[in-house]
Each structure stands twice: as C-alpha cells, then as structure tokens.
C-alpha cells in the first residue's frame, strides 16, 4: 500500500463518479450544521497533469476530460465541473492542468463554519498534502492509520458527518479489512454517512467483496455498481456502497447516473449501472 500513489489513476471514470457523488453528499449533508468531512485515506489532494505519475497512463483522458469536453446542462453534474474549474481559475474554457482529489473538492464545496479532517501514511503524499492544505484553518491534517484510528478520527467531530472510504485495494486483505472496519464503525456511529468505493477488477474478487459487505446487516446501504467494460484499462468499473444515504439520494442522481456512463462508456464494450437500496 504505501508504494501507491493516486496520481497514477487520478482523474480516470472511476474517480468522475466518486467526486460527483462525493460533491453531491457534501453539498446535502453540509446543509445539517455543525457538518464535518473526513478523509482517512487522503492522498495528496490535487494532482498535476504534467506530473510523471498522471502522464504514465494519462486515465484522465478517459475520464474528466470527456465529461470536461461533452455538452452537459445537468445540474448535479455541473456543480461537481464547477469545482474541477475552480481548480484551474486561470485556464480557458476547459483547459485543465490540476485535477482536484476528494479532499480538494471538500474544501471548495464547505463552508467556513464546516470542519474537514485528512489522513494520509504513505510519507511522501503525506507531506504534499501538508502543503496543499497549510493556509485552511479548517482542516486538520495527521498521519495515521485509519485501519486503527477510524473511531477517533470520526469521535473526534459532532453533528452531521461524511466518511469517505477508498484505500487502494492492492494489500491482499484489503476487502476484509474494509468489511470490518465498517462493520465496527457503522455499529458505533449509526448516524454517520460513510461513502466506501471499491474498485470492480477480477469478477470473482469483486463479488466476493459485494456479497461480503452486504451480509454485514448494516442498516440502511445502498449499493451503486456500475460496470463499465473497457480496452484502456484493468479496472472494468467501479462501486460504492452508502450507508446513511439521504432519503432522495436515488431520485436524485439516477439521472446524473446515467449521463456520465454515457459520456465515459466505450461504445464498443459493455455498460451498466445497478442502484440497489437494501
């Protein structure tokens, strides 16, 4: 785990519907004060284009950059593109030399009185991430592990919260640890919203990871899987599950849903999205 670095996938399909959704909960939730985000698994934060880790495979190209470029009016979808623009204030049109991560997205979707907490182990994202966020008083930056802190991160803050969980998925046990990571916390906060992704790769794995997630019992989840099958990529979709969705949630992005698998689908291959509230 600590040799991945997100800037190798930063800003691929995968990442384009974690922040629309990510955006969607921060601006629902942040309306229930006091509201607090936090984000165990951090990264850096934001992520150049010209940095040797995004131009390996250049995934954007095959993700923000097609929803950057289509023609959208959708207005769940623009207010994720609203940030993304934020990012790069000094750029024409849809120009884009800076790809905001989760945390960046969060701190330009808060407000001033709503609180966000990061996480980070790997040392030299850790270190990128301090910089990025020095100058916001409203954010607290630590190094730990949250596979061991989790509880203490969120028992730490009051109010509405979001946990965004999305490790990187390459420690063997990756999937068990996340099952029961929110198995305890899910069972110790039943009030929190947690937005866990996960990765859909080997077909056998990822189901495996599904069904094991779902016989949790927790109440109230809801499961986004979206399948997504494509040449330019080992990853052939991607999913979420939501505990503590908003009551609308479904009504409300289904559409947006639909759209950007429209956008990002490679014609040739493919796609389809299951929205499940168990």
Request: hydrophobic share 40%; aromatic share 12%.
């Amino acid at each position: 785990m600590l040799s991945y670095r997100h800037g190798f996938h930063a800003g691929n399909f995968a990442d384009v519907f974690k922040h629309f959704i990510l955006v969607y909960l921060l601006n629902k939730l942040k309306a229930s004060k006091p509201f607090s985000f936090i984000d165990p698994f951090a990264a850096a934060g934001k992520y150049l284009l010209e940095d040797p880790f995004m131009n390996k495979n250049k995934e954007y190209l095959n993700g923000i950059s097609k929803v950057l470029h289509a023609d959208i009016s959708d207005p769940l979808i623009m207010n994720y593109l609203d940030l993304v623009r934020k990012t790069n204030p000094n750029k024409q049109g849809n120009k884009m030399v800076i790809y905001p991560g989760s945390c960046f997205l969060a701190q330009l979707a808060l407000d001033q009185d709503d609180y966000i907490y990061l996480s980070e182990l790997h040392n030299n994202e850790f270190e990128i991430l301090k910089k990025n966020f020095e100058n916001d008083s409203r954010i607290v930056i630590e190094k730990k592990d949250a596979y061991a802190s989790l509880d203490k991160m969120i028992t730490s803050y009051q109010g509405t919260r979001l946990v965004l969980i999305d490790p990187s998925y390459e420690l063997k046990n990756e999937y068990d640890k996340i099952c029961k990571l929110i198995k305890h916390n899910a069972g110790q906060f039943p009030d929190v919203c947690f937005l866990v992704w996960y990765p859909i790769l080997e077909a056998e794995k990822t189901n495996a990871f599904v069904k094991q997630f779902i016989d949790l019992k927790i109440k109230n989840i809801t499961n986004i899987h979206i399948e997504l099958k494509n040449t330019f990529l080992r990853m052939q979709g991607t999913g979420f599950f939501i505990i503590n969705a908003p009551s609308t949630m479904q009504k409300d992005i289904v559409p947006s849903l639909d759209i950007l698998l429209h956008i990002l689908k490679d014609s040739d291959h493919f796609a389809k999205i299951n929205y499940n509230v168990l």
